[in-house]
């Protein structure tokens, strides 16, 4: 006979089934340096078959990031470190690093560890690491640039003036303080004002953007809301593994995962026994998985909304929604991807990286040229509106440009200057921003963008950044 009170709610419930199994991170020994030949394997395939430097040039740019664990709210890291153990292997030659210029292959041994990559037209790099092919057919994706050959922004004719004596100045002392920088150009929403490369640079080279690809993904989710795809950023995530309306998930709104406050976190199992929990912000690039299932399968550790932690975790159910969004429409996938917005605004040098499952991975290294990365700043300097047509909805850029909280300067995927992180450039300065300090700078009131290009690893000199950025608002607005 059935207890009055059962210890368990009976009630049939066709919903669904509760929340996904947890991923759980490993966070021994072993799995941080798989984590370490992985990423480096990556790195080389992005330097040689993405961006296309020869091996000299890839080789003098490398610089060997180990693996570290997943930390917690307070932290940067947590546990042990390999980082001595990987830079004394790597100075005894214990490092060996082999790239297939035919296959677009690189394979990274660290002793008996090994890690590859391929990089295939249209999905970027893929991190294979210890497989031997994605799990995926990477076949060639149809893109249309119907405007191709009109004048940039909305073709890729570019017709740029030298540099001012002013800015050529900066410009000079800019680049010799920022080594790893691959070009900086200055735009207006009209033309490419002026642009300058390095040595290893070209106005035609693709480069990495890591979490700028953040504010490519929150515009396409502001085309879909333009498009009514999707209603409001303050709708609960509608990511396709979570189906419960009983489970905590169903709190995390869009907004949530745009800002960086869903709470998403995940078990972390220490070589020692310990179980805590830590916040993704690397393992979508170091672990060959599928980094949309991995992302729905994290555990909500905060109260969604309350907690600012920079994670990938979001931008990978945000990925995993446009996805399902492309897909029950009954859309070619990579084909509708790419057309909701950056071959809408004739990014064509523009491609994704792809998971190990095929997935356009949504949290970062995406790449592109200084000139298709500064189309999207025209985009956000006129209102959301490319080349006549109104492509996100009204007030988009103020909302995603703003930061709407408390204690962080963070927008939504953007970054904004309330902090004053750059003292002389205006408040509502705001900008795309990944690893290793590259940029896109949106300059409303000047009405300007700046894009930064910069190899991974080689950090930018922030106040000579800060003085260039200032010296071409005098010049150019």
């Known amino acids: 006979m059935r207890p009055a009170e059962p210890i368990f709610d009976a009630t049939p419930h066709p919903f669904g089934h509760g929340p996904v199994d947890p991923v759980v991170y490993d966070a021994s020994i072993a799995a941080l340096r798989q984590r370490t030949v992985n990423f480096a394997a990556k790195r080389y395939a992005d330097m040689m078959f993405v961006t296309g430097l020869d ?101 890729d004719a570019v017709d740029a003036g030298p540099a001012s004596a002013a800015f050529a100045g900066a ?57 009514r795809w999707l209603h409001s950023m303050h709708d609960p995530a509608p990511a396709p593994l979570w189906t419960d309306p009983r489970a905590v998930h169903r709190l995390i709104t869009l907004d949530h995962l745009v800002r960086m406050r869903s709470g998403l976190g995940f078990p972390v199992r220490h070589d020692d026994g310990r179980t805590t929990i830590g916040f993704e912000n690397s393992a979508v690039y170091q672990d060959a998985s599928n980094a949309f299932e991995a992302a729905q399968r994290s555990l ?65 290294a995406g790449y592109a040229t200084a000139r298709d990365y500064a189309k999207l700043g025209v985009l956000y300097l006129n209102d959301g509106i490319w080349d006549g047509e109104r492509l996100l909805p009204e007030g988009w850029v103020d909302y ?33 921003a990944g690893a290793s300090d590259q940029r896109v700078f949106i300059l409303r009131r000047h009405r300007l963008t700046v894009a930064v290009s910069n190899e991974t690893d080689h950090p930018i000199d922030m106040a000579a950044l800060n003085r260039l950025i200032a010296t071409a608002i005098d010049c150019y607005a």
């Open 300 to 364: 909500v550790a905060t109260i969604p909304g309350a907690v600012f932690r920079y994670v990938n975790s979001g931008m990978n159910v945000l990925g995993a929604i446009i996805r399902d969004q492309i897909e029950r429409r009954g859309l070619p996938y990579y084909q509708t991807a790419y057309s909701l917005l950056v071959d809408r605004l004739g990014m064509s040098s523009y491609q994704h990286s792809a998971d190990l499952g095929g997935n356009l991975i949504a949290s970062g």
């Open 171 to 227: 410009l000079d002392t800019y680049f010799a303080s920022c080594p790893g920088t691959y070009g900086v150009l200055v735009a207006s929403p009209d033309r490419v004002l002026t642009e300058r490369y390095s040595d290893f640079g070209r106005a035609d080279r693709v480069t990495p953007s890591w979490s700028m690809t953040k504010a490519i993904t929150c515009t396409v989710i502001g085309r879909l809301i333009h498009d």
């Open 400 to 432: 995603a440009l703003t930061a709407t909280h408390t204690g962080t300067s963070y927008a939504a995927c953007f970054r904004s200057n309330s902090d004053r992180i750059f003292p002389d450039l205006p408040l509502d300065t705001a900008w795309a």
């Open 55 to 155: 091996r000299t040039t890839a080789d003098r740019n490398f610089r060997l990031r180990a693996a570290v664990v997943a930390a917690g709210l307070d932290e940067r890291a947590a546990g042990v470190t390999i980082q001595a153990e990987a830079d004394a292997a790597y100075a005894a030659g214990r490092f060996l690093i082999e790239t297939d210029a035919a296959d677009c292959r690189a394979i990274v041994r660290w002793d008996e560890t090994v890690g590859q990559a391929v990089s295939r037209p249209g999905y970027g790099s893929i991190l294979l690491g210890p497989h031997r092919a994605p799990g995926f057919d990477a076949e060639p994706i149809a893109r249309r640039f119907p405007n191709a050959g009109k004048a940039w922004p909305v073709g």
